[in-house]
């Protein structure tokens, strides 16, 4: 909208139709999605079953403790070294083997799709945690959306590379574009969401703005934040932590607290937010999600495929 | 130059290294009550104490060279700044036993054993434990001051085990713990220049 009266309007520029039948299913009261995005623009949702009941962090705690090396490696640098990061205007190229490859405006995306509060436990590979009540929709609608082809076997993430606003990616701290990967069973599986807000906040942009992805079973850095692509392939795609180290980081990297990572036991996590007595629990398997998700991995030996 | 420095240090008590090396610990405990140490004070305060007590121990390993290489002459606060190195390890230490891992002796005992970067730290603390026994002139008396030397060259390897202990337990590459550890081999290597003879 800030090329209104300059004459060099794109056809980006125009609303796209979702978002005005949004505007309009809002004034119906219809508790239709926002895009996010929107400087104070609070969202609205609805809530899901697959929400934990477990008391969330604070709005603060999430949004002042993150791992985003692309704003720096101190968990308070995202928040404070993110202020020049433009979410705004967002586009995502979806391509690879699906039937409607494309650049997708995030209105676009978020046209059609009804936001859900997915109110998640959240395990770093550091042996931290959190519960974190996003604001998402299911990956598996947008993958429906674009068409699947039957060849593609995973899917295949890679978050913004602007080293002009972020001052992470000015160093060679890991080889940018930073990526991650599923498999497309788990990429299809309903826990496994895009977000784009958390409590009724558009995300914020230390937490991933204005779209991430949250795999609420596997480790956090799986989970990847501010993403411009999404691809569909026949190969298992290459994921920055497991390039870096492919010892201490599988592509699987499921919550296993059975399975340490090389330098430190996975077998509890403190769950932080709690101030200087933060409680240490025993991590669950799957992060606690076994129920719904130990199925996809019949069969396979979770210590090779860590 | 060098002259002046040493003079003026003679006005300088060991004392004050104490008083002045309790001052960060003082600080942080301000931090934690005033809540500024954020959503996760454990580890911030884990990896201060850790830290400083990487800072002292460079310090102390420092005392040799400068006084060798440049006259510059720090060795009567060289226990000081050794005793302060194991406070703030042995602080360091319990923060891990009791607010990180909290006294889950199980994981603790295969943490160590099994996590090279733990193994490498608490080997550390544990060469420190008999340096920071005898770090009084009772000792030297006793043990003679050639037995008293060889045993404080563990002070070699305990801060060699720092600086590994830090470089291992990170992510990625950040710059810090190279650093530490460039400068503590630096530090080391300064002991390998042959002495010239009168």
Redesign the interface.
């Known amino acids: 909208m800030r090329n209104r009266f300059n004459g060099n309007l794109k056809w980006s520029d125009v609303t796209p139709k979702a978002q005005w039948m949004n505007r309009r299913s809002l004034l119906l009261g219809a508790g239709a999605a926002m895009v996010a995005g929107q400087a104070g623009a609070k969202i609205t949702s609805v809530p899901s079953a697959y929400s934990t009941d477990a008391i969330p962090n604070t709005f603060?705690?999430i949004t002042?403790?993150n791992n985003f090396?692309e704003f720096g490696?101190d968990?308070?640098d995202p928040a404070r070294n993110s202020a020049a990061f433009q979410p705004d205007p967002w586009a995502v190229q979806i391509d690879g083997l699906v039937d409607k490859p494309g650049s997708y405006d995030l209105a676009d995306i978020l046209g059609g799709v009804t936001l859900e509060e997915r109110i998640y436990r959240f395990r770093c590979v550091?042996a931290?945690s959190m519960v974190v009540p996003w604001v998402g929709f299911e990956l598996a609608t947008l993958l429906n959306r674009v068409g699947v082809q039957p060849s593609a076997k995973f899917v295949a993430f890679e978050t913004v590379v602007r080293p002009e606003e972020m001052p992470g990616q000015r160093q060679p701290?890991?080889d940018w574009p930073y990526r991650e990967g599923l498999r497309l069973d788990e990429a299809m599986h309903p826990l496994t969401i895009l977000a784009t807000g958390l409590y009724d906040e558009p995300m914020p942009k230390q937490n991933g703005a204005p779209i991430r992805l949250v795999v609420p079973w596997k480790y956090g850095f799986k989970s990847i934040k501010s993403i411009v692509r999404i691809t569909l392939t026949d190969t298992m795609p290459i994921t920055t932590w497991n390039t870096?180290n492919p010892r201490e980081y599988g592509f699987y990297s499921n919550v296993n607290p059975k399975v340490?990572h090389p330098?430190?036991?996975q077998?509890?996590e403190?769950q932080?937010?709690g101030?200087?007595?933060?409680?240490?629990v025993d991590t669950l398997m799957f992060n606690g999600y076994e129920d719904q998700v130990a199925a996809l991995y019949t069969g396979q030996d979770l210590t090779k495929d860590y | 130059m060098v002259q002046a420095i040493n003079t003026t240090l003679r006005r300088v008590p060991p004392l004050a290294i104490y008083i002045a090396g309790v001052l960060p610990l003082a600080w942080l405990v301000w931090l934690l009550f005033s809540g500024a140490l954020g959503v996760d004070p454990v580890k911030r305060i884990e990896h201060q104490l850790g830290e400083w007590a990487l800072q002292l121990l460079v310090a102390g390993l420092a005392i040799t060279p400068l006084r060798r290489f440049t006259g510059v002459n720090l060795i009567r606060y060289r226990r000081a700044i050794g005793l302060l190195a194991f406070f703030y390890v042995a602080l360091h230490l319990g923060t891990w036993l009791v607010l990180d891992i909290q006294l889950r002796w199980a994981e603790i005992w295969a943490d160590i054993v099994k996590r090279p970067y733990i193994t490498v730290g608490f080997a550390g603390f544990v060469a420190m434990i008999p340096l920071a026994i005898t770090s009084n002139n009772e000792s030297v008396r006793r043990l003679g001051a050639k037995t008293w030397q060889n045993l404080h060259r563990l002070t070699y390897f305990a801060v060699l085990a720092g600086a590994v202990h830090y470089m291992w337990l990170v992510k990625a590459w950040p710059p810090e713990p190279i650093i530490y550890l460039i400068l503590v081999i630096f530090l080391l290597a300064t002991r390998l220049v042959p002495k010239k003879r009168a």
Do not use: C, H, N
């Open positions: 603060e705690e002042t403790y090396y490696t968990k308070e550091e931290w701290l890991l870096l340490d330098r430190w036991s077998a509890s403190r932080v937010g101030g200087i007595f933060a409680p240490r």
